[in-house]
């Protein structure tokens, strides 16, 4: 009726009409957007839902002019990593990169964490692991992306640390970098929802600078694939299987030495040996089954019932799905083996157990949390 609508992301006239010019949204977009009073252009709602702007690989030449263009200015940045999967956040050679720029570590899914764990506890593990990274971050923030939880809190801190500078934000696929940046993007009042994009320099990657209240930007890089995630071998349904979706419900096992626990087919544990009976303490995706089987039959079960009994992966994908390598451990106090994407189970002291999950996705044994 004569009223103008204007683009939420860049300003633009919407318009129906002429594809290859600004503002333009299809009629059924606009239809939708008007009726939830948020419309985009087509080219500002892609770029909300980031996922279609191409992904680099870490060994990619544009990756490290993009992390190159980030040394030479001062600013802060903002790794967000995955509390589920550190190894899998990892980007190598960041600490090179960064130069004197300071660091915020974000962790995020901290919706999903069982409501018994200490926050404590899990941000001094993040700080141990991004030391051990050659990453020495100003500070360390648990969030949740996805549930908005303490996301205000991180830009608070993010005010704090970044001292009138612009802000990069960065991290590798699947982490929840996207989902954040929306979330930054709806709750900063300043901000005014206003996206803009251009490239970084020398390369074909695009940044997105969002404008902070004194000027300064907000920078969305593009995720970077770190291929040895979990994610990376499942699709779909198969991958919310796995990826904790709610508060992680824990469960108990007591097992006899000689016993298997699969996962799903995505990994494995075993309890080796050790005095007896002893209680296991399972943290996973409440939905992912979990088979129990002798030990001795482990081996030969696996092969017959991945794909059906044992999914994911799936039937279709188990051709494509790693074979499960085994990483053994003896604890010397209660120990949480960590399998990276997927959870941990805490084992007492004192015993040999092993942890498989498909090739190159990391095995470890962390002090017990809880
Ligand atoms: P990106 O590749 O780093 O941009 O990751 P996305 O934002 O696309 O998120 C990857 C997956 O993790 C999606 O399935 C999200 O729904 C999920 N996710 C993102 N943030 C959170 C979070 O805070 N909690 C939980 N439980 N899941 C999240």
Known sequence: DGEVVRCIGCGAKVQTTDKTALGYTPESAL???LENGEVYCQRCFRLR????????????????????????????IVYVVDIFDVNGSMIPGLHRFVGNNPILLAGNKLDVLPARLKKTKVKDWLRQQANAAGIR???????????????????DQIEKYRNGKDVYVVGVTNVGKSTLINSIVR??????????TSRF?????????????????????????????????????ELNLVTPQKRIKP?????????????????RFDYNSGEGKAGFTVYVENNLYIHRTKLENADEFYPKHVGNLLTPPSEENKADFPPLEAHEFKTTQKSDLVIEGLGWVTVPEGVSVSGWAPKGVSVLLRPAMI
């Open 31 to 33: 239809k939708k957007g």
């Open 187 to 196: 709750q900063s009042t300043g901000i005014k929802e206003l996206i803009t």
């Open 201 to 237: 320099p020398g390369t074909t990657l695009d940044r997105i600078d969002i404008p902070l209240k004194d000027g300064k930007l907000l920078v969305d890089t593009p995720g970077i694939i770190q291929p040895e995630q979990m994610a990376h071998h499942l699709v779909g349904k």
């Open 251 to 267: 469960k108990e096992y007591q097992l006899n030495p000689a016993q298997t626990l699969f996962f799903g087919g995505v990994a």
């Open 49 to 76: 839902h980031y996922n279609e702007i191409a992904p680099v690989s870490l060994s990619d030449d544009d990756f490290l002019k993009l992390l190159t263009s980030i040394s030479d200015t001062d600013s802060l």
């Open 137 to 155: 971050p100003v500070d360390v923030e648990l969030i949740s992306a996805k549930t908005n939880l303490d996301v205000d809190r991180l830009l």
